[in-house]
């Protein structure tokens, strides 16, 4: 079983940065691809993007293409979300999630508690 604890949410001017980071328990991190969505009240769930086991291969929604960087740290149990280019309409709470599959087929198995991400204008 894997524990995921997502941290480094905040509150951002549009056009700043911010940068997630997803802890892992466990041993078996490297097992599972790396996913990476955002929710707003009353919206569903939605993709922002994937990142292989080895951390070769990622996807991204076209939304965040180009702003947003996902890398993983195999070694220290740890997914990161780097977002450039922040825009009001990316507020939202961020969740990681470990599973199966890539890109908009990823399934989680795994899922954090989430952290809130506010670009003001």
């Known amino acids: 079983q894997v524990q995921l604890a997502e941290s480094g949410g905040g509150l951002v001017q549009a056009g700043g940065s911010l940068r997630l980071s997803c802890a892992a328990s466990?041993?078996?991190?490297?097992?599972?691809?790396m996913g990476w969505f955002r929710q707003t009240p009353g919206k569903e769930r939605e993709f922002v993007g994937t990142i292989s086991r080895n951390g070769i291969i990622t996807y991204y929604a076209d939304s965040v293409k180009g702003r947003f960087t996902i890398s993983r740290d195999n070694a220290k149990n740890t997914a990161l979300l780097q977002m450039n280019s922040l825009k009001p309409e990316d507020t939202a709470v961020y969740y990681c999630?470990?599973?199966?599959?890539?890109?908009?087929?990823?399934?989680?198995?795994?899922w954090g508690q989430g952290t809130q991400v506010t670009v003001c204008s």
């Open positions: 999630a470990a599973g199966r599959g890539a890109g908009r087929n990823f399934l989680g198995d795994y």
């Open positions: 466990g041993r078996t991190f490297s097992s599972y691809t």
